[in-house]
């Protein structure tokens, strides 16, 4: 089961630019995570359940989790719907996970989640969908996951 996680876009200036301020010294904007970068902090959310920025660390010391790719939601001009976004974003992360981790999600010991657009970000532009993997046993990863085939 891939497990959905809200990200704000971080933009400013505009309404999120604020958010800047909630921003920890030493942490990343979820929207400027790259594919196989690995990190902490995926449960450290906001009040309202959002992900706003993690902690980048070496693939090669213990962390949470890797980001394994992005792909963009179809643009529309009015927010489809939470379910409409996470629904793709389910089948996009579970299709493109065997590219990344070189095996196929029903197979694998890993676990996935994904970082997606809100209706408030959807109104700022945001229509990134972020795929990310993390351990089926919640231990730490210690390395990076490409081409694992676990």
Partial sequence: MVVAVAALAILAPGPFGR???A??????PV???AEGQCFDGLGDVTEDGFVIAVTVVDCAAPHE?????????PDAATYPGE???TSMADQGCVDR???????SYARSTLEATYLFPTAVSWREGDRVIQ????SGDGQPLTES????GE
Avoid: N
Wanted: include cysteine; charged fraction near 20%.
């Fill in 83 to 85: 379910e409409a976004v």
């Fill in 145 to 148: 996951m490409r081409g694992r």
């Fill in 65 to 73: 989790a890797e980001l394994y790719t992005t792909f963009t939601h």
């Fill in 19 to 21: 958010l800047f301020d």
């Fill in 97 to 103: 996970f065997d590219s990344f981790a070189g095996i």
């Fill in 23 to 28: 921003i920890r010294p030493g942490t990343t």
């Fill in 31 to 33: 929207t400027e995570l």
């Fill in 131 to 134: 795929c990310v993997l993390h």
